[in-house]
């Protein structure tokens, strides 16, 4: 763990990726305009959009920072060309991961920052409510489980109240929104592009908890993520596909034998169920793929975390 001391005005490079979503990033770059705390240093990737998004944004937004990949690397993967182009700043002390999709509280950050202050902190997060209904808990921090699918927000779904209104220590904080100090970036790495959707935040978690930083969760700081509660249609062949697979490459990563037969004898059990209730009018498909996703992050080559 580093030592590095953390100066809580040095400016914040935010890291936001684009796909097909400029409609969305217009407008959390306008929310951002208007918050407390330092300066940011704002970078948006377009992740190898294939709408106007890229003609927009350098019309709308001129001053921005606009990295384009070419291609869609995943969100891990335009993350990490993000980050490694925000850290070329030698004056950046702070690197904000931010969805496209959030709308944030005007002083959402200085809590994050304060929170980062003590250097054992590696990374912190703020309470994030679904945008509607007024109230309701999207994520007050998380935990990492071994189970078929490897995370668990805290309070999904709940109405706020004082139960996730402390402050606290987690194994799990999502990528919605983090702020992580310089330094652990540096040392602990950025997000993997191994993981093509989902999980890349879980992967960078338990690297941080191992290299010996806490992660934090601060209810002060607020913001709203524009998912609804109950989000049908999300059961694709593309999306198990790759639900399967990242789960199955941080189970080999992370949760050594014994872990992984557990993993895998609980995607059994849950990849049964889930056929037997598609099987009739359902998505059988969807399930199949879930199976050939679970196959190839069981085959694929696991390579050492990027560096930044």
Request: proline content about 7%; aromatic content about 8%; some cysteine.
């Amino acid at each position: 763990m580093s030592s590095a001391t953390r100066d809580p005005q040095a400016p914040v490079a935010v890291v936001i990726v684009n796909w097909n979503g400029v409609a969305d990033t217009l407008e959390v770059l306008a929310e951002l305009e208007g918050i407390e705390g330092p300066a940011l240093q704002v970078v948006v990737v377009d992740n190898g959009s294939t709408d106007d998004s890229v003609e927009v944004l350098r019309r709308e937004r001129p001053e921005i920072e606009l990295v384009e990949t070419g291609e869609n690397l995943g969100f891990a993967g335009g993350n990490l060309v993000g980050i490694r182009h925000a850290l070329k700043g030698p004056d950046v002390g702070w690197v904000l991961l931010i969805n496209n999709d959030v709308a944030v509280d005007r002083a959402f950050l200085p809590p994050l920052i304060e929170a980062c202050l003590d250097p054992s902190i590696g990374a912190a997060a703020p309470k994030i409510y679904y945008f509607e209904p007024d109230g309701v808990i999207w994520a007050a921090g998380g935990r990492l489980r071994l189970r078929e699918t490897v995370t668990e927000e805290f309070g999904q779904g709940h109405q706020d109240g004082p139960a996730f209104s402390r402050a606290s220590d987690m194994t799990y904080l999502t990528t919605c929104c983090l702020l992580i100090p310089r330094d652990a970036m540096e040392e602990v790495g950025p997000l993997d592009p191994l993981y093509f959707i989902g999980v890349d935040d879980a992967d960078w978690c338990p690297r941080a908890l191992d290299a010996g930083y806490r992660l934090r969760y601060v209810p002060d700081s607020k913001i709203w993520h524009k998912v609804a509660v109950s989000t049908g249609g999300s059961y694709t062949p593309f999306k198990t596909f790759h639900t399967g697979r990242s789960n199955t490459l941080y189970a080999r990563r992370h949760l050594g034998l014994f872990g992984l037969v557990a993993f895998l004898a609980a995607n059994g059990v849950a990849l049964t169920a889930a056929l037997a209730r598609e099987l009739f009018g359902g998505n059988p498909k969807a399930v199949v793929s879930k199976a050939r996703g679970v196959w190839r992050g069981l085959r694929d080559p696991l390579p050492e975390p990027p560096r930044v």
